[in-house]
């Protein structure tokens, strides 16, 4: 039968599970089930309705829901396969930095947020500075945030950065040519930090799992005489946090 179920035998010649099995597997079991939904509910509500929907007005609703079904799976792999945040084992806490720079005005913004196991905020912050360069901004939400974590007396780190640049002069031995750098006083800087007595993983994440981090040095960008060490989750960050929160 061309097109449709069949498994290339009589139904006589084989068993009930063979039967099923074949039509379970076959490609086209979602299109039989959504038909034979809609042939069941044609009867009932002729039986108990008593209306008479016509073939093509079932044949209507059939293709209403595969499409509806083919569009549910769309969104629900989308879903699955977009990478998310996920908060890090106790008694780690995790730090998320990003920088902005905005080139028209010559402007930098860094931003950071401190979370624990569970996901509860410990503390983040928000800051600006005229001048710079977009991965200076980065380099500078690291050092920030850092110093944020040792005055916090968190020992054990793991820093994500969606940053390149950023990440790999922490993961790279360095060299006699390390000075040669642009930023190699805020590089320095943060060496020093790293060679203090705790534990820091500093690794590089997708830019779509940073988003918390990403609005806070956005905030910062836009009020570059900001300094601000923020204790609890401020308003325009609820909606990044909470997406967060669904990992």
């Not at 599970?17 to 079991?29: A, E, M, N, P, R």
């Not at 990003?98 to 983040?124: N, P, T």
């Not at 601000?228 to 669904?246: A, E, N």
């Amino acid at each position: 039968m061309a097109g449709g179920i069949s498994t290339g035998w009589f139904f006589l010649e084989r068993d009930c599970f063979q039967w099923l099995k074949g039509i379970i597997l076959h490609t086209d079991v979602i299109k039989l089930s959504i038909t034979l939904w809609w042939v069941w509910r044609f009867r009932n509500n002729m039986l108990f309705n008593g209306e008479l929907w016509t073939i093509s007005a079932v044949r209507r609703k059939v293709t209403l829901s595969t499409v509806e079904n083919s569009v549910y799976n769309a969104k629900r792999r989308l879903w699955t396969e977009q990478p998310l945040w996920r908060p890090p084992e106790h008694p780690w806490v995790k730090l998320n930095t990003d920088g902005s720079w905005l080139r028209d005005i010559a402007a930098m913004g860094m931003g950071g947020v401190i979370r624990e196991c569970a996901g509860m905020w410990r503390g983040g912050f928000s800051c600006g500075a005229l001048t710079g360069d977009a991965l200076r901004a980065e380099l500078l939400a690291l050092d920030a945030g850092l110093s944020l974590c040792w005055e916090g007396g968190f020992r054990k780190v793991s820093c994500e950065c969606d940053c390149l640049e950023a990440v790999m002069p922490f993961q790279d031995r360095s060299t006699d040519r390390d000075y040669l750098h642009n930023h190699y006083d805020v590089i320095r800087r943060i060496r020093c930090l790293l060679a203090r007595d705790w534990v820091v993983y500093v690794n590089l994440i997708p830019i779509e799992i940073n988003s918390v981090a990403h609005t806070l040095a956005n905030w910062g960008v836009r009020n570059t005489s900001s300094n601000v060490v923020w204790r609890s989750p401020p308003d325009f960050i609820l909606f990044p946090l909470g997406r967060d929160s669904m990992s």
